[in-house]
């Protein structure tokens, strides 16, 4: 909207009402209470330069939109806040105190962890995540697995770690232990002193368990179970076992009994984590 200059007067001239009124009060840009008044103007609207004699207004588009520059010589906008050449899955970051950039996304399952003060973040490998946690009772008679989880993508140096317990309720359990369900192998025994044999009834205890495999070869596999019981006693066991199917490929862990005794209860948890190696 244009700015209607005031006519020009002589000395000694006597401004009349309805010169006063043409120049100053209905004139379109009006000093108004103190303010700059313009025609149509809306609540949250933004005075922009139209041009060297000119301003305009620009109003307000959708909620969190921005007013965006469209460069010299054109009315800014407001817009959607974006970054060019972003991707569905880019985390926005800030690349210094006035612009922004993106972070794409790694392999599947990584975090975006941080690289010190003043560097981009990076997506990267947890060095020890969940894979798995239950727990459950069971008065299964034969041989059963009361839990399993699907292993897939370890590296030949990551690590498998349980932490879990077990409990024979009333009746001893038959060998309770850690299996490779894909080759019907078992990794360790969770049972007590000789490994084999039944879990003695009433007996509770928590047990660690540490997987990996051999360097020597991608289907020999070390397992070992630091198991400690209520009654104070402490074993150490495990063993090496020879898959069929490579630690790096995909085979099944399984949590397994071979049998309940009549009247008793296998009350069982376990949680398994990857830490990776590389």
Not at 81 to 110: C, F, M, R, W, Y
Not at 134 to 157: C, R
Not at 265 to 277: C, D, E, F, P, Q
Request: aromatic share 6%; charged share 10%; glycine share 10%.
């Amino acid at each position: 909207m244009a700015y209607v200059a005031p006519t020009t007067r002589a000395d000694g001239y006597v401004v009349t009402a309805a010169v006063w009124n043409s120049d100053a009060v209905a004139n379109p840009i009006a000093i108004n209470a103190g303010a700059v008044a313009i025609a149509s103007q809306a609540t949250g609207d933004v005075i922009t330069a139209a041009s060297a004699t000119q301003l305009s207004r620009v109003a307000p588009a959708a909620a969190k939109t921005a007013l965006i520059s469209n460069g010299a010589g054109i009315a800014p906008s407001f817009q959607a806040v974006t970054v060019t050449s972003q991707a569905e899955g880019d985390v926005i970051i800030a690349n210094s105190t006035t612009s922004l950039k993106v972070v794409t996304p790694a392999t599947a399952g990584h975090v975006l962890t941080s690289a010190g003060a003043t560097t981009a973040p990076v997506f990267a490998a947890q060095t020890m995540s969940l894979l798995k946690a239950n727990s459950g009772t069971t008065t299964a008679a034969g041989a059963e697995n009361v839990d399993t989880f699907a292993i897939t993508g370890l590296t030949a140096k990551d690590t498998i770690k349980i932490f879990g317990s077990v409990e024979a309720v009333t009746q001893a359990v038959s060998t309770i232990q850690i299996y490779n369900n894909t080759d019907g192998v078992q990794i360790t025994p969770i049972n007590d002193q000789s490994g084999v044999g039944d879990y003695a009834a009433g007996r509770e205890g928590t047990f660690e368990v540490t997987i990996r495999q051999f360097q020597s070869s991608a289907t020999l596999v070390g397992g070992r179970c630091d198991l400690q019981n209520d009654n104070n006693t402490r074993n150490a066991l495990g063993g090496n076992s020879a898959f069929t199917t490579a630690w790096t490929g995909n085979w099944t862990l399984a949590f397994r009994h071979a049998g309940v005794v009549a009247g008793g209860t296998l009350k069982w948890s376990w949680s398994v984590y990857r830490i990776a190696g590389q």
